[in-house]
């Protein structure tokens, strides 16, 4: 069984920084590819941030050049650096994890931007 845990959400103000951890912990193997998804209040669950052990990274456009997504080499740990945050960021992000027997997500965790 997999288990993949996030940590670091917190209330912030517009233009704060947060870094998000994710780890999964169980019968994983190495993750293929890492990412986040968030979910905002009345809106549909959107990609944010994937990295693969190559180290490839994929951004939405409204968080490029603004979040940073780094994995620990080899592991599955996994941190989403969010700089300059912006209201519109105000979600629940979920870490997710790729194993070969499917795609493996956390509970998630809030992120709060107030203005």
């Known amino acids: 069984q997999v288990q993949v845990v996030e940590s670091g959400g917190d209330a912030v103000q517009t233009g704060e920084s947060l870094r998000l951890s994710c780890e999964a912990n169980?019968?994983?193997?190495?993750?293929?590819?890492m990412g986040w998804y968030r979910q905002a209040p009345g809106k549909e669950r959107e990609l944010v941030a994937q990295i693969s052990t190559a180290g490839s990274r994929d951004y939405a456009d409204s968080v490029k050049g603004r979040f940073i997504i780094s994995r620990v080499r080899a592991k599955n740990m996994m941190t989403l650096q969010m700089n300059d945050l912006k209201p519109e960021d105000t979600a629940v992000y979920f870490c997710?994890?790729?194993?070969?027997?499917?795609?493996?997500w956390g509970k998630g965790t809030q992120v709060t931007v107030s203005s």
């Open positions: 169980g019968r994983a193997g190495i993750m293929n590819v």
């Open positions: 997710f994890g790729d194993t070969v027997w499917g795609r493996a």
